[in-house]
């Protein structure tokens, strides 16, 4: 791939970081040189072409000027892939929403073509979204990890996914057998995982649906293959809890059914997490697991308020997710919008800076894979996105009134959508380009 230079505001966070409102590096005219996906330097432009071997840019085919923003491509850290079609389904809290509308969506997936489909769809709408990287729930069907992770893989993108493992309270076509799981999930990790920017994630859905057996055996997958990651829920609907408890009575509570199965560690994603105890809080920041707090759902589905602020005090890892089915959408942005509304409702503000850190660096930091992206430093994947600030009427007359970087950042969160996302880069290859349509919008193969 041959070197390219993309020019425009520019802004990032270059490193793990508690204040994202101050340790942040914006350039108002900034450079991005990109060489072999991967970005070779970044400054502002003055510093760039003050050079006189860098002047020939200027005529060159590979110089791209762009209007809008450029960021980090942003990170989803918990979010279900079957469910794209049941989003936007009435009616129903957590546990009856999962027999009503997931389980039938899910039990689809065992169709191979069926599942390349969705994929399909769900990649390129993940990209529509500005996302560049996600950490995704597939179903018990091996079928739908390789559906994905082809995908995936077909655009060289960062993607972390995993089979289900679910072998109790969940209708008969969805239950696999536990020593089964352990297998196909092992031959899954052993064909995908650090394949090209694949990584493997051993995904027991939760608690209540699997067997003591099946959750010793996730935990013997963890341990066999340590540089894999972890992801399940974790008390995200109070009734969910309770049932927990009576399921594992010998437990000290949600999170120990986990860490007695050798499940809650480093590269450990927790899905949720609202209403934790004060052991649980404490373990997970022990252990250096990391909550992905889902806004939209948690609204949604009425789960609750995620206490942001009581959680980065403690030093837990958090990162923004979307969550997908339980939520309204897979824009990063939208949810950032529900963040701040959930930390408003608890008299606490969510400032733009560092919520946008939550969906970029910080969810990086949390995964442990700030070398690969998340940021824009140098050797880090080429993955980002240029904004648009003709997107959307109503944000396009916001920006005109904003007189700082902050109160535009805002204005994107609470306005931006799939319209807010111009162009988006993977591994520095544009796969989204959009329009000034929004019905005529494409994306790129």
């Known amino acids: 791939m041959a070197l390219s230079l993309h020019r425009g505001a520019i802004l990032h966070f270059p490193t793990a970081t508690h204040n994202p409102a101050d340790d942040h590096v914006y350039h108002a005219d900034g450079v991005l040189l990109i060489d072999d996906g991967k970005i070779l ?19 060159s085919p590979n110089y791209i000027k762009h209007q809008g923003l450029i960021l980090p491509g942003m990170i989803d850290s918990h979010v279900h892939f079957p469910q794209m079609e049941i989003i936007a389904s009435y009616g129903n809290q957590l546990l009856d929403w999962l027999n009503q509308y997931t389980f039938p969506a899910e039990s689809q997936f065992g169709d191979q073509a069926y599942a390349n489909q969705q994929a399909e769809f769900f990649i390129q709408q993940l990209f529509k979204h500005g996302t560049t990287s996600a950490c995704v729930y597939a179903t018990i069907h091996p079928e739908s990890v390789n559906a994905f992770f082809e995908q995936a893989q077909a655009h060289h993108a960062c993607m972390i996914a995993g089979k289900v493992m679910m072998d109790r309270h969940c209708p008969d076509n969805l239950r696999d057998e536990a020593q089964q799981s352990y297998h196909q999930s092992k031959a899954l990790i052993e064909q995908w995982h650090k394949t090209d920017r694949l990584l493997y994630a051993v995904t027991p859905r939760f608690a209540p649906t699997s067997t003591p057996l099946q959750l010793q055996l996730a935990g013997q997958l963890a341990t066999e293959h340590p540089d894999t990651f972890i992801q399940t829920h974790i008390s995200e609907n109070k009734d969910e809890i309770a049932w927990v408890a009576s399921l594992y ?3 000290k509570d949600y999170l120990d059914v986990y860490q007695q199965n050798n499940l809650v560690r480093e590269r450990c994603l927790l899905g949720h997490g609202i209403h934790l105890t004060e052991r649980e809080k404490q373990a997970i920041a022990d252990t250096g697991a990391s909550i992905s707090f889902c806004p939209s759902s948690n609204l949604f589905l009425g789960s609750g308020l995620f206490p942001y602020f009581e959680a980065k005090e403690r030093g837990i890892p958090v990162s923004i997710a979307s969550d997908v089915g339980g939520g309204t959408s897979l824009s990063l942005f939208a949810n950032q919008s529900d963040a701040y509304k959930i930390l408003q ?11 946008l850190y939550l969906c970029t660096q910080g969810a990086a930091v949390a995964m442990g894979l700030e070398h690969d992206i998340g940021n824009l430093n140098q050797g880090t994947a080429a993955d980002f996105i240029v904004l648009d600030t003709q997107g959307s009427d109503m944000l396009s007359q916001r920006l005109q ?43 790129v193969s």
Do not use: M
């Open 41 to 59: 330097a970044l400054s502002s432009a003055e510093q760039f072409f003050a050079a006189d071997e860098n002047q020939h840019w200027l005529n």
């Open 249 to 251: 009575p010998e437990s």
């Open 345 to 355: 409702l608890q008299n606490q503000s969510l400032n733009p800076f560092e919520s």
């Open 401 to 443: 009134k904003t007189t700082t970087l902050s109160e535009a950042l805002f204005a994107y969160i609470v306005l931006g959508d799939d319209r807010a996302i111009e162009k988006t880069y993977v591994a520095g290859k544009q796969v989204y380009q959009s329009t000034l349509t929004a019905d005529n919008r494409t994306a």
